[in-house]
C-alpha cells in the first residue's frame, strides 16, 4: 500500500509539474504609442495584438479595460509609465508575467513598429521586436500576427512558410543548375576541325604558320598537279575515240597503219595520265591526312597537357636509359 | 561533319569520273589483225577467230594482204564439209573499180571451196589490203572447224605469172 501511495503522489507531482510548466504566461499588453499616426490607430493594432496572442495561445492576456482600470485606480498616467522598471511595475499590480507595450512611428512612407517585452519578476527587458511595414493602412492590421509570435522570438506560421517557400525555390534553383550546365564545355579539337575542313588551317590557328604554309602550298601544288593530269586523260580520250573512227572509217592500208599507231599511243598516254591523277589525288589525300594528324596530335598535346608525362631519360646509377612515368600534382 | 563528307566525296566522283577509253583496232583491213599470217603477201580471213551457234549462219572475209601488181587471185579454202557447210560466196571490194570484176567460185562440197576473181578495170593491176570474197557458212554441227587457205591458191600478175604467197591464213570457228 505504501508503495502503491508514493507512486500515486509521486504521478501526480509530476502531471502537476509538466502542468505548471506548459503554462502560457500572462501578459498585460499596453497600448503602442503613436507616433505621427492617428491613436484609434495604434489602439487597434494594439487591440489585434492582444486577439492574436490569445488565439495563437501564446500568452494570456490580460483585458484592456482590466489593465487601464487598475492603473487608473491607482491614479497613474500611462504616459509618464515609459521605462522598462516601471512597467515591470504595472505588471506586478496586474499580477502578470510579462508587460509588452511598443510605439508606432509613421515615417518615409513606412509604419516601424517596436514592440517590448519586459519580465515582471526581473524588471528587465526580455525581448525586443521591430518590424518595419510598406505599404497601405489595410495591411498594417495583418503585422500584429506576426508581432505577436516575434516578441516571443517565435517565427510566425507566416514566416516559417516563408522561409519553406524560399528553401524550397532555392532547392529548385539548384537542381535547375544541375540541369543545365553552369559552364559550358569547349570544344575540343578545333585545330583537327580547320585542319579536316581545310588542308592548313589548323595549323594556321595552333600558331603552326611555317607548316601551314607548307601544307597548303603541297596540297595546292598536288591538285594543280592532279587537274592538269586529269584534264591531259580527257584530252587523250577524245584522240582515242577520233582515231578510233578514222581507224574505223578509212579503207587505205597506209592510213590505218598510222591511226592505228596514233591510237595506241593515245591510249598509252591516257593510262599514264590516268595513273598520274590517281597517284597525285593519292598524295592529294595523304597530305590532308597528315594535316589532320598533325592537327589531332596539337590538340591531344593541347587536352592532355598535364595527363602524365612518359620520358626517356638516363639513370645515372644503372648508366641505362629508362622510361620515367610522371604526373603533375598542380 | 557526315553530309560533308558525302557532299566532298560526291563531288570528287562528279568531277573526276574517270571512264576508260579504248582503241578499238579490229579492222579487216589492218594486217595487224591477222595474227596467223607471218609474212607478205598473204590471203587470209577476217575475222580470224568466229563464234556461233549450231544452225547459225556465219560471215567470214577473204582478204588479200599487202599485194602489189596483182590482176587475178585464186584462193582455195579448204573446210571440215562435216561441221560447216558454205551457203553463198558473194565477191570482195578488193577489184571493184570501174568496172566489176569476174568472180567464180566452186564448192565441191566436200570440204574444198575455191574462189577466182580477176581485175577488169583500165588499171590493169592493184595493190594493198583488201577484201576478196565474203562467205557465208552454216554451222551444222557443235565443235572447232578450221577454215585453211591451201598452198594451191594464187596471186597473178596481168600476164598470168604468179606472185609468190608467203602468207596462208587460218581461221577457227567454234559451234556450241
Known amino acids: 500500500m505504501k508503495c502503491l501511495g508514493f507512486i500515486i503522489v509521486s504521478v501526480l507531482s509530476i502531471n502537476t509539474i509538466f502542468a505548471q510548466n506548459f503554462l502560457p504566461p500572462t501578459l498585460g499588453v499596453l497600448d503602442f504609442e503613436p507616433r505621427g499616426i492617428p491613436t484609434y490607430v495604434s489602439q487597434q493594432f494594439t487591440q489585434i495584438l492582444r486577439e492574436e496572442i490569445e488565439s495563437e495561445e501564446l500568452g494570456i492576456v490580460i483585458e484592456r479595460s482590466t489593465l487601464l482600470g487598475t492603473l487608473e485606480e491607482r491614479g497613474y498616467e500611462r504616459s509618464n509609465c515609459i521605462t522598462d522598471y516601471c512597467e515591470a511595475l504595472v505588471g506586478r499590480l496586474l499580477n502578470a508575467d510579462f508587460i509588452v507595450s511598443g510605439s508606432m512611428v509613421y515615417k518615409d512612407s513606412s509604419y516601424i513598429i517596436d514592440a517590448n517585452m519586459v519580465s515582471v519578476r526581473t524588471g528587465k527587458l526580455e525581448h525586443t521586436e521591430t518590424i518595419i511595414y510598406s505599404g497601405k493602412i489595410e495591411g498594417l492590421m495583418n503585422v500584429p500576427e506576426r508581432l505577436s509570435y516575434g516578441i516571443f522570438n517565435f517565427k510566425s506560421p507566416q514566416e516559417l512558410a516563408e522561409i519553406e517557400e524560399r528553401k524550397r525555390m532555392d532547392a529548385i534553383e539548384v537542381s535547375n543548375d544541375e540541369i543545365m550546365p553552369i559552364e559550358k564545355v569547349p570544344f575540343m579539337f578545333p585545330t583537327t576541325l580547320r585542319s579536316t575542313l581545310f588542308p592548313g588551317w589548323g595549323q594556321f590557328y595552333s600558331d603552326h604558320r611555317r607548316l601551314g604554309w607548307s601544307i597548303l602550298g603541297a596540297e595546292a601544288v598536288l591538285a594543280t598537279a592532279a587537274i592538269a593530269f586529269y584534264k591531259s586523260y580527257e584530252y587523250k580520250k577524245d584522240d582515242i575515240d577520233l582515231y578510233n573512227r578514222m581507224y574505223a572509217e578509212t579503207k587505205d592500208s597506209n592510213k590505218i597503219k598510222e591511226f592505228r599507231t596514233k591510237v595506241v599511243q593515245a591510249e598509252k598516254d591516257h593510262i599514264r595520265y590516268i595513273d598520274n591523277f590517281k597517284y597525285s589525288l593519292f598524295m592529294f589525300g595523304t597530305v590532308w591526312a597528315l594535316n589532320i594528324t598533325h592537327a589531332l596530335i596539337v590538340d591531344l598535346d593541347n587536352n592532355v597537357s598535364n595527363g602524365p608525362d612518359i620520358d626517356i631519360v638516363y639513370n645515372e646509377f644503372t648508366s641505362q636509359p629508362q622510361l620515367r612515368f610522371s604526373i603533375a600534382l598542380d | ?176
Open chain 2, 1 to 176: 561533319m557526315r553530309w560533308i563528307k558525302l557532299f566532298f566525296i560526291s563531288s570528287l566522283f562528279t568531277l573526276f569520273s574517270c571512264d576508260l577509253g579504248k582503241a578499238e583496232l579490229d579492222s579487216c583491213l589492218d594486217v595487224f589483225n591477222y595474227p596467223s599470217i607471218i609474212e607478205y603477201p598473204a590471203i587470209g580471213f577476217c575475222p580470224e577467230l568466229m563464234d556461233g551457234s549450231v544452225d547459225d549462219e556465219i560471215e567470214v572475209g577473204i582478204y588479200a594482204l599487202e599485194v602489189s601488181g596483182v590482176a587475178g587471185i585464186h584462193a582455195q579454202v579448204s573446210y571440215d564439209a562435216n561441221k560447216v557447210q558454205i551457203v553463198d560466196v558473194y565477191s570482195g571490194d578488193f577489184f571493184d573499180r570501174s568496172q566489176k570484176p569476174i568472180f567464180v567460185y566452186n564448192d565441191n562440197g566436200q570440204g574444198t571451196l575455191d574462189i577466182y576473181t580477176f581485175f577488169m578495170s583500165n588499171e590493169k593491176t592493184t595493190g594493198g589490203t583488201g577484201e576478196i570474197a565474203l562467205i557465208e557458212v552454216k554451222l551444222n554441227s557443235s565443235g572447232q572447224s578450221d577454215f585453211i587457205i591451201t598452198s594451191q591458191s594464187e596471186l597473178l600478175d596481168p600476164d598470168d605469172v604468179p606472185i609468190a604467197i608467203k602468207g596462208f591464213g587460218k581461221g577457227i570457228i567454234n559451234a556450241k
